[in-house]
DNA sequence: TTGTGTTTTATTGCCTCC
DNA sequence: GGAGGCAATAAAACACAA
């Protein structure tokens, strides 16, 4: 009744009729084309879930092979067995169809993987003879088990990193942000100095800026500028801070100014939520940058604390733009 | 019931290790 | 060269909506 060309290809025990198949003696594409199976319909009845003593047969897909030189097989034995050689046709049709396993043995396995995802032959043997299926059958299992735990750890890990990328692009938005609220306030500090250099009139320039072409607009255009001006406000709030400020709060600090904050908003690089993508800017500053802005720095508050005396009297397109000169700048970008 | 998508079992071919 | 692992894939079994 076997099949030619059939081969059991391992177990232990009872069905043990060849030892178990090399791996390397698997049926290939012609023969497994022809490879049976065991209906489990009747191995059922062989096999016993919990089972811990010998192997009594599959509830699962079984190839089979070419035995004793086709002169007996697996299905010799089973046909005597069962004495109904009328019925062997049907299981030999059934033998076709692919077994799933119980869920006690899926739960024993389970259970074994999860103390080693390896495999030693030695406890392969051992699940084999538990389970009451093919050595083989085990080795399948933790192979398949190991590459759905290897695709589960992927996606663990890619979600680790999305994490962690959103966390990143949050941060670098809320800085963004920071950033342009720095922004704000210098353009704000700016009309304040503007006001008082209209009320107080026209004043002179330090020498180094004298040659200045940058306009105003173009010398605070400079990203880096801006941000570092940030640091000049509490400067210039101490400078000024025995100045009455109040009247010019209200009409010009508060004031949505379209000049100002217009070039706030267009120069805001908003991010769409489904964006992930960000290109931090270059904004670190060189040491040259540094130097250059402490000079300013220090320039503006001499230019300031003169501001105060009425004899001291500058230009207005010096002060409120704290006067960068152009060989001084540096920076080849005005916007972003 | 049937079509369709997903899961599970098994095969195949290649690679590495000893 | 054999044994075993892995990736890719096939195909049966299963789940489920229409």
Not at 143 to 154: D, F, G, I, P, S
Not at 180 to 189: D, G, H, K, M, T
Not at 240 to 259: G, N, R, T, Y
């Amino acid at each position: 009744m076997m099949a030619p060309g059939m081969l059991y290809s391992g177990g232990s025990g009872a069905f043990n009729f060849n030892g178990v198949l090399n791996q390397k003696q698997r049926v290939m594409s012609s023969s497994s084309s022809s490879s049976s199976t065991i209906a489990k319909e009747h191995l059922g009845s062989l096999f016993v879930p919990g089972c811990s003593s010998s192997y009594l047969g599959s509830s699962s897909m079984v190839s089979f092979g070419r035995v004793n030189g086709g002169k007996r097989s697996f299905f010799d034995s089973f046909d005597q067995e069962e004495n109904e050689a009328d019925e062997v046709g049907e299981y030999y049709h059934q033998a076709e169809k692919k077994r799933r396993l119980t869920d006690n043995q899926v739960q024993f396995l389970e259970k074994s993987f999860g103390e080693e995802n390896k495999l030693e032959p030695e406890r392969k043997v051992q699940l084999a003879k538990e389970l009451g299926l093919q050595p083989r059958q085990i080795a399948i299992w933790f192979q398949n088990r190991r590459a759905r735990w290897k695709t589960k750890q992927l996606e663990k890990e890619f979600e680790a990193l999305r994490n962690q990328y959103d966390n990143l692009k949050s941060d670098y938005n809320n800085l963004l942000k920071e950033k342009e609220n720095l922004r704000a306030e210098v353009f704000q500090l700016t009309d304040k100095l503007l006001l008082k250099e209209r009320k107080n009139g026209q004043l002179s320039l330090p020498d180094f800026q004298k040659h200045s072409d940058a306009s105003p607009k173009e010398t605070m255009a400079d990203p880096i500028s801006r941000v570092k001006m940030s640091n000049v406000s509490a400067r210039v709030l101490t400078l000024q801070q025995q100045e009455d400020l109040s009247s010019a709060k209200s009409d010009v600090l508060d004031s949505e100014s379209p000049h100002y904050t217009d070039g706030v908003h267009s120069s805001f690089i908003e991010q769409g939520d489904s964006s992930y993508v960000f290109e931090p800017e270059p904004s670190n500053l060189s040491q040259d940058d540094e130097e250059k802005f402490d000079k300013t720095m220090l320039s503006t508050a001499n230019l300031l604390a003169k501001a105060e005396d009425d004899d001291y009297r500058v230009t207005s397109s010096n002060v409120s733009y704290f006067g960068f000169p152009v060989e001084d700048q540096g920076f080849g970008f005005w916007s972003y």
